[in-house]
């Protein structure tokens, strides 16, 4: 007993100790970019305050990011919510079966190498400038992380466990269900949690180098006019919004799928 | 019982006929499936007639043309400047930092939010700030790069260190170790394994910052080229000239592949 309530204070001092480094540095970090933008003194860069004003401006008194922001999350929700129905499947049945894999496992390679924001011209003429568009890129840049990552988590499952299964004569819907799914999971969780963060960088991508909308034509438009405490701003609200998504993938795995946590990244 | 797997795992290994045919039947399966999707795209080219789908003979054809003109290789070396300044860069800062985070947890305590904040982040929202720093110099394009890259590197390090099996260290400290040797001796060879994952993934993010950057930010090298030819909608030359990128960036892949193999061939 008494070394458990010895072992919880420590734990509790390593945590107070860590949120005063954390504290520490954060000031440090403000401290040292205040200063230095304030000798600079040059029109692009903000001092830390104006960067601060300039996001009170644009998410509580103006509310100027909202809109933009809506705008561009259509195409992530809708273009993620098809890669996952994608890219989950198509990495389940790589996984599971070799000559599916072997199929696709050229493509696979190419779809990993190859740069997309050369092709969003094409996929203009294809689709127009609209929505669809910038759906069907987010797509392309966020499937195959998702397809990778479960394909790797359904190899990892061990053959045995199957084979036992198959012996005691499970059927194959049985084997997926109890044994092939839940031994993925972690690795899909890591697929869907990297997925993500590639939609979101899909998503602007194709609005700052095509098609000017969203918050990607904000954020142009502050640089347009020498702007920079509200170009910071509009780069921090984004930095926000993929580390609210990502916090929030991950409170849900540890909901769904406590046993899935610290997969390294693949 | 342990002896039967190993004499059935040699027999395997020294393979008969069947066992050699294996991984050739593997690999002339996906070249079939390659051919077959060039094929399938020439067809379409042809049948569909569609702009945005030109047959992959016009494509080759867009190729030859644009390396005759000599636009690709003037704009690959441009480019490749960039990409090696970038990725080295990336690769020490990565390397260097993320040991750090994984052998120091006070480290990963004061850096580990920044570092994962900005691994999920999209780099190209970051332009406009490194323009305002370096101006229209490479070293924008260069910024560019190393944060699509030295993120991932940062973390895959940090795991590499972390899960390096603990009892090692144990022993050398035990034999008298100091904390040195036990860095530069243990925890940096056996992360080696793992950090090559990230290095491996590393190289491919920083062709495509390389490509992103110069479509954005100044229109030179590979991305320049392509960017024009995109603004003009002319998809054979857009897809030739990622034809280039894709080879670009598997042959860098390959690259680290190889010395991946001949850093870590004593983990066999």
């Known amino acids: ?266 | 019982m342990a002896s039967v797997a190993a004499e059935a795992a040699r027999v395997r290994r020294a393979g008969g006929p069947r066992a050699l045919w294996r991984p050739l039947r593997g690999s002339a399966m996906q070249g079939l499936a390659l051919l077959g999707g060039v094929v399938l795209w020439e067809a379409f080219g042809w049948l569909l007639a569609l702009p945005w789908l030109p047959p992959f003979s016009k494509v080759v054809a867009a190729l030859g043309q644009l390396i005759q003109s000599g636009e690709i290789l003037g704009n690959l070396a441009v480019s490749l400047r960039t990409l090696v300044v970038g990725f080295s860069l990336s690769l020490v800062v990565g390397l260097v930092v993320g040991a750090l985070m994984g052998r120091y947890r006070r480290v990963e305590q004061a850096i580990g939010i920044y570092v994962n904040a900005l691994l999920f982040t999209p780099s190209l929202v970051f332009a406009p700030i490194f323009f305002a720093f370096f101006h229209l110099s490479d070293w924008t394009r260069i910024a560019v790069i190393v944060k699509y890259v030295v993120f991932i590197l940062i973390i895959n390090t940090a795991t590499a260190i972390r899960t390096t099996d603990p009892a090692l260290v144990e022993m050398a400290r035990s034999f008298g170790a100091t904390e040195r040797q036990i860095f530069l001796r243990i925890l940096l060879p056996a992360s080696l394994l793992i950090a090559f994952a990230g290095i491996r993934l590393g190289v491919g993010r920083a062709v495509k910052g390389m490509i992103t950057g110069e479509m954005f930010i100044a229109f030179v090298g590979l991305g320049g080229v392509v960017q024009k030819y995109g603004s003009q909608f002319d998809a054979s030359r857009v897809l030739a000239i990622s034809l280039v990128i894709l080879v670009v960036a598997l042959v860098l892949g390959t690259a680290v592949q190889a010395l991946d193999r001949r850093l870590t061939r004593w983990a066999d």
């Open chain 1, 1 to 266: 007993m008494k070394a458990a309530a010895a072992a919880r204070k420590s734990r509790r001092e390593e945590a107070i100790a860590a949120w005063r480094l954390r504290i520490v540095v954060f000031a440090l970090f403000v401290a040292v970019w205040e200063l230095s933008a304030r000798r600079m003194e040059n029109l692009l860069i903000p001092t830390f305050t104006e960067m601060v004003g300039g996001f009170v401006r644009l998410v509580f008194v103006t509310g100027r990011v909202w809109e933009p922001l809506l705008i561009s999350n259509q195409a992530l929700v809708l273009g993620y919510l098809l890669s996952v129905v994608m890219g989950i499947p198509l990495g389940l049945a790589a996984g599971r079966s070799r000559w599916i894999n072997r199929l696709m496992n050229p493509y696979i390679g190419l779809v990993l190498a190859v740069p997309v924001a050369p092709l969003i011209p094409i996929l203009i003429t294809a689709l127009g400038l609209g929505l669809a568009s910038r759906v069907v890129l987010v797509v392309l840049f966020a499937f195959i992380f998702i397809t990778v990552n479960t394909r790797a988590g359904v190899r990892n499952v061990d053959p045995s466990l199957i084979e036992m299964a198959q012996s005691f004569g499970a059927n194959e819907g049985q084997i997926w269900r109890k044994i092939v799914i839940p031994g993925a999971v972690p690795a899909i969780f890591a697929g869907l949690r990297i997925g993500l963060g590639r939609a979101i960088a899909g998503m602007v991508i194709v609005e700052l180098l095509l098609v000017a909308t969203g918050v990607g034509r904000l954020l142009l438009e502050f640089a347009g006019r020498l702007q920079a405490d509200l170009v910071f701003a509009t780069v921090f609200a984004i930095i926000v919004e993929a580390v609210v998504l990502v916090t929030a993938m991950q409170v849900v795995e540890r909901k769904v799928a406590p046993w899935a946590h610290d997969v390294a990244l693949g």
